[in-house]
């Protein structure tokens, strides 16, 4: 996982100066992110059920080669439809990554304690990846050029493959029933212990992805270097790396910090929304600090609420709804920014989700917050 996060950061301070260089205007921009993150949304609902059932460890590797495959390719486009095409297809080969390395994740572990460990272990390893990996992606985009750093990104994760070939084990066995074979995505979309985690999940990932559109935009619109918008990035990445180590915030329930992160992007949009500029570095900071508190609330709150053997489709199913935030993100800020600031369209939704979430969160039993129920 560490690998993989930070391959796949390295791109952020890249893609978007690339696709405008080929001739992408900001409205494609947004329309190829979105669709890959749509591609990422109908990969997730299948992998889901997959995973459950033929196991992890398939789904890890062979999505590594395919995707580093793609990416080799991402540096020999001509023109943005190809660029297009190559990202709704790396998108979806890349769906059934996550759900297959969170539910492996989760196996490793014997009671939820243990699960939240390995959950807060893997967010710090993800977080110190994103830190350094924005700064490798600028200085790849400044000293080989946005082709060639591609070329080294499809590498990077075709050897990551060869090692996951080697020596990533799937602990559980394999079990296929008529009982797992008769799991549903919708018996999870059904779970009342996961609707305020989607809830959630979807408002922070269209936050995130209106802060991974709008930054690297700057190196377009003010001439900043893909180094000075890789800082920006490490910034955020720092303050994720932050909250992740003050394990006593895993002692509260998860739904109460999924509240309370979420509250705290939605007012940090609102500094940004206000133009702070010149404490940038604090605010992407302050985003990165409540999007750590959040996304290890939102794994326990998963294995929290349903049995193991549901585990892929649930994870599928929240990878599915992370890729909807994007989508929206990316469409809806590629479509706007000309005319409104996407950081008050986030801010709307997230104060909407959040009011929302607090008000399930009082009707919904004490139960479904803290005890796993099996999908059956």
């Known amino acids: 996982m560490f690998l993989i996060s930070l391959i796949m950061s390295i791109q952020a301070p890249i893609f978007t100066p690339y696709a405008a260089m080929i001739g992408a205007s900001s409205v494609l921009i947004g329309i190829m992110l979105s669709a890959a993150q749509f591609a990422n949304l109908v990969g997730n609902l299948i992998a889901g059920p997959l995973v459950d059932r033929f196991g992890k460890r398939i789904f890890i590797t062979l999505p590594l080669l395919v995707s580093g495959s793609l990416f080799i390719f991402h540096g020999l486009v001509a023109n ?204 992407l900071f302050l985003m990165g600090f409540f999007f750590g508190v959040i996304m290890p609330a939102m794994a326990t709150a998963v294995t929290d609420a349903v049995a193991r053997e549901g585990h892929g489709r649930a994870f599928g199913v929240m990878s599915a709804v992370y890729s909807l935030g994007m989508i929206f993100s990316s469409f809806v800020t590629g479509l706007i920014r000309e005319v409104i600031s996407p950081y008050f369209i986030a801010f709307l939704i997230g104060m909407l989700v959040l009011s929302f979430v607090g008000y399930m969160k009082l009707r919904l039993p004490r139960s479904a917050h803290t005890k796993a129920t099996p999908l059956r």
């Open 80 to 283: 943005t439809a190809e660029l297009l095409l190559l990202r709704a297809l790396n998108g979806f080969s890349l769906a059934f990554l996550i759900p297959a390395a969170m539910a492996l994740l989760s196996g490793y572990a014997g009671n939820s304690r243990q699960q939240g460990k390995n959950m807060a272990v893997n967010g710090i390893l993800g977080t110190i990846a994103s830190i350094i990996a924005p700064l490798i992606g600028g200085k790849l985009g400044v000293m080989f050029g946005y082709a060639n750093s591609y070329f080294v990104i499809g590498a990077a994760l075709i050897i990551t493959a060869v090692y996951t070939m080697f020596f990533l084990k799937d602990r559980q066995a394999v079990t296929v029933n008529k009982r797992n074979q008769s799991l549903s995505l919708i018996q999870v979309l059904a779970n009342p212990g996961l609707h305020v985690v989607f809830l959630t999940g979807f408002a922070v990932m269209y936050i995130h992805g209106v802060i991974i559109y709008e930054i690297p935009y700057l190196s377009v619109e003010k001439g900043l270097s893909t180094v000075t918008t890789g800082k920006m990035f490490s910034f955020m990445g720092i303050g994720t790396f932050f909250s992740l180590s003050l394990f006593f915030i895993n002692r509260f329930a998860p739904v109460k910090r999924l509240i309370f992160g979420l509250f705290g992007m939605c007012m940090t949009l609102f500094a940004l929304l206000n133009e702070w500029t010149t404490a940038l570095t604090l605010l």
